[in-house]
């Protein structure tokens, strides 16, 4: 009876470990197939495999485009002549694009035909402006044939021998690091790569169109501020002024200038008669049946854009405005087409894991901390499809334009979100603007309640052309009040952190807080003047944890000095005993904030958050007498509750 | 009492079976020799070619071997099928033999063994993958791979052991 009962109790004890062992395995199996079935439904971000073929250089054209169609006729010598009622500015139309501002990554077609007039009138029905309209460009750039005249650029410098320097030089761009070294060891045969770059040299070509329409006119005083100010407050404050009623004269390039109008990418689309005319060409030496053919012109995107510089904007005293200003014209267009153009983004496969490596360099126009895609190959039925895996950011990118033969030109990455990343995958450059905006609620879990919690970052490196520069700061709203808690921080990447992210931030802020927190028994209300001495320093690191997504570990020194006086004041009382003191007083805290936040990857621009903050730390007042008391002796913790929604710009 | 006990059992039975079944569930049978091989490149020495070549399997080294069997075997009974770009293609490829895999089974299977010499002719063995599927329903892995494939040996090898007729012969 007795062994009975102790086997009895034996397997019972032993049956429900069992049981919970299997409870849970099948419950983590479960939860498992149902996070990748929920991935899978919520990142609904399966793209088709044509998208994503590996990637190939692409020749760019720039053209500007000026509205002219205001004309004077004039008589000399018995012939008509047509003119413009205002001259063009070379300033804003400028006649040779700053190809080196738009990176290495596109094959530049240095077009004769870079400037165009349109001379047809097209109305704005809001404002009356003139604008362009992509009819009227591509009746222009027929008129010119700027089309063979691109695509003619390839077959000139043929020379009788394939490949044809142009090729060679795409094959050297577009192929990786094994094709690269299999084809220097056998340069002189015709392989797939010879064929697949010479079909891409006159399949990937695109012409690009930036039309002012408006200009604004800077006053001095812009060129004394700062960038931002500039932009917020300067600028706005100044009408555009249409094109027609443009002075050249009025535009002071030692001080500022602000351009918008509209942007239009072209494809230059080969028929099956074309490409038949083009290897005509090179077997035949023959190109005239090549410029019999039609070539057509597709609008693939078309955006508008603003763009502004001033004095203050240039580093170099040397550079002038109209160049700046130019740059970041192209510059800024370029970068917008490839977040919208699949041709434009790199593409390539994983080469190595732990840490990310791939074969993209300066050579693709790779910058630090720029954002990469990873896709997963997905059969499903027939063909493929890829869905999104993670995302990673460039560390450190290769300059790889060199002779690379013999060595690995590969760039690190680090990897941010989602789960593990394996060779074989690949990744899409996917450009964003550097702002993340967060938004939840923050709880005090020892006093209680619940404060709207509205955090943003901002990269601002680009601007600054600081790598890893961060702005960060939080926006808390209660009923009464709004505080706002911009922090500067710095991204910290030395190389053996080669998945993580470490930012290290001072925060000097300025506080106006006015906030009430109602536990039914104690309110409490803190009131500060707006100049008060506050720091913070802090490390914040960030460590993709395998498919979950990510989690980020705090570590904060922190110390608030609420100065007395005009300075700063604080009001305690308590209702319910009516009890209720106001002096002057000031607050000194020093502590240690930990915490830890995890976050879950749901789409390239959104994912989930939540975590605890521990603020470990003392506070004194100083009472009538100017005397500090420890308000609350010895340490005292508060621990807050974060979770919202995170969004990526 | 002992009916307790033995229901104890029934359940522990039924748990494991269960358990059992759900971690064979996770490995997926994967069948032989269904590959895709494309012609890339004649290699950098003679008797080299380049092969794009795909290998299934649950894991990656399962895969990486598995496509190394299949870069030889496609070479000796299926032949490389001309690349899309079909214009130019160096290294189009007649099957070596015709013969199906039955003739001579024992060698063959030594030959794809886990101690078979297939793994001889393939250079750069270690190349990453360059591209990677993964299959919706049964999560079965494709990984493929460029491999150098050293045909001239692999052929005078077999020719040897007699297991393929001879060149002349086919051609």
């Given at each position: 009876m007795i062994v009975s009962q102790l086997l009895s109790n034996f397997f019972s004890r032993w049956l429900e470990a069992l049981m919970l062992l299997i409870g849970v395995f099948t419950t983590t199996?479960?939860?498992?197939?149902?996070?990748?079935?929920?991935?899978?439904?919520?990142n609904n971000q399966l793209i088709e495999a044509d998208n994503l073929n590996s990637y190939k250089r692409v020749g760019l054209t720039i053209c500007t485009a000026s509205l002219s169609n205001e004309f004077i006729q004039k008589t000399r010598g018995g012939e008509i002549e047509i003119e413009s009622i205002y001259d063009i500015d070379p300033h804003l139309f400028f006649p040779n694009a700053p190809y080196q501002y738009i990176s290495n990554k596109f094959d530049v077609n240095q077009s004769q035909t870079n400037h165009l007039q349109i001379n047809n009138r097209v109305l704005n029905p809001s404002d009356g402006n003139r604008i362009f309209h992509s009819v009227h460009i591509i009746d222009a750039l027929n008129a010119s044939d700027v089309s063979h005249e691109v695509l003619g650029n390839l077959l000139e410098p043929f020379n009788g021998t394939l490949p044809p320097p142009e090729v060679a030089k795409r094959i050297y761009n577009d192929a990786t690091f094994n094709q690269k070294n299999r084809y220097s060891k056998r340069y002189s045969g015709l392989d797939k790569l010879v064929v697949d770059s010479l079909n891409s040299c006159f399949n990937n070509n695109y012409i690009l169109v930036i039309g002012v329409e408006r200009v604004k006119y800077l006053p001095k005083a812009y060129a004394k501020r700062r960038r931002f100010i500039n932009r917020v407050f300067n600028l706005a404050s100044i009408g555009w002024i249409k094109m027609e009623e443009y002075d050249p004269q009025r535009v002071d390039w030692r001080v500022g200038v602000a351009l918008s109008g509209q942007a239009f990418l072209y494809k230059i689309e080969t028929s099956d008669a074309t490409q038949n005319a083009i290897w005509e060409a090179y077997m035949d030496s023959d190109r005239s049946s090549f410029y019999d053919t039609d070539l057509g012109l597709t609008l693939v995107q078309q955006i508008n854009f603003e763009v502004s510089a001033s004095a203050s904007d240039s580093n170099e005293r040397s550079k002038r405005l109209d160049e700046i200003i130019q740059a970041d014209l192209v510059s800024s267009v370029v970068r917008r087409m490839e977040g919208l153009e699949s041709n434009f983004q790199v593409k390539r496969t994983v080469v190595?894991?732990?840490?990310?490596?791939?074969?993209?360099?300066?050579?693709?126009?790779l910058k630090a901390n720029e954002r990469y895609l990873v896709y997963e190959g997905v059969s499903s039925g027939p063909g493929e499809r890829y869905k999104i895996v993670g995302a990673v950011r460039a560390l450190k990118p290769t300059a790889n334009f060199g002779n690379d033969q013999g060595q690995e030109m590969t760039s690190k990455f680090m990897q941010y979100q989602g789960r593990d990343v394996k060779p074989g995958m690949v990744v899409r450059q996917f450009n964003e603007l550097g702002f993340e905006l967060e938004l939840g609620p923050k709880m005090n879990l020892g006093i209680g309640g619940?404060?709207?919690?509205?955090?943003?970052?901002?990269?601002?490196?680009?601007?600054v052309n600081l790598p890893g520069l961060k702005l960060q700061g939080s926006l808390n709203s209660t009923t009464s009040s709004v505080k706002l808690d911009p922090f500067i921080g710095y991204l910290v990447k030395p190389d053996y952190l080669t998945d993580s992210d470490m930012v290290l931030f001072f925060a000097p802020r300025q506080e106006d807080i006015n906030s009430t927190w109602n536990t039914g028994d104690v309110n409490i209300t803190m009131s500060q003047g707006i100049n008060f001495p506050l720091s913070k320093v802090g490390l914040v690191y960030d460590r993709p944890l395998s498919r979950l997504g990510g989690v980020r570990a705090k570590l904060g020194y922190t110390g608030y000095d609420f100065t007395a006086g005009e300075e700063g004041t604080i009001f305690l009382y308590e209702s319910n005993t009516n009890w209720q003191r106001n002096y002057v007083s000031k607050l000194r805290t020093r502590g240690i904030e930990v915490g830890a936040e995890a976050f879950t990857f749901i789409s390239p621009s959104v994912s989930l958050y939540g975590g605890l903050d521990k603020f470990i730390g003392r506070y004194w007042n100083l009472d009538e007498n100017g005397i500090e008391v420890e308000k609350r002796p010895g340490n005292s913790a508060t621990i807050f509750g974060t979770f919202g929604i995170r969004f990526a710009f | 009492m002992r009916t307790t006990t033995s229901n104890h059992f029934i359940i522990i039975a039924i748990a494991a079976a269960m358990a059992s079944s759900v971690l064979q569930g996770c490995k997926v049978q994967i069948p032989l020799y269904e590959y895709d091989a494309e012609c890339i490149s004649l290699g950098s020495s003679s008797g080299l070619q380049v092969i794009s070549i795909s290998g299934m399997g649950n894991?990656?080294?399962?895969?990486?071997?598995?496509?190394?069997?299949?870069?030889?075997?496609?070479?000796i009974f299926k032949g490389i099928k001309v690349?899309?770009?079909?214009?130019?293609?160096?290294?189009?490829?007649?099957?070596?033999?015709?013969?199906?895999?039955?003739?001579?089974?024992s060698f063959w299977d030594e030959f794809f063994g886990p101690s078979g010499s297939y793994g001889d002719y393939i250079t750069?063995?270690?190349?990453?993958?360059?591209?990677?599927?993964?299959?919706?329903?049964?999560?079965?892995l494709t990984l493929f791979f460029e491999y150098h494939v050293d045909i001239r040996t692999l052929r005078q090898d077999l020719e040897r052991e007699g297991v393929i007729p001879s060149a002349n012969i086919l051609n």
């Open positions: 199996f479960c939860i498992g197939q149902e996070v990748n079935k929920a991935n899978f439904i919520l190595e894991s732990n840490p990310v490596k791939l074969e993209i360099g300066n050579k693709e126009g619940a404060l709207p919690n509205v955090s943003f970052t901002y990269d601002i490196s680009n601007a | 894991n990656e080294d399962e895969c990486r071997t598995n496509a190394q069997k299949n870069a030889v075997h496609a070479f690349s899309q770009n079909g214009r130019f293609n160096p290294c189009a490829r007649e099957r070596m033999t015709r013969e199906p895999m039955s003739e001579h089974q750069q063995k270690m190349n990453p993958p360059y591209k990677r599927i993964r299959n919706a329903e049964d999560k079965s």
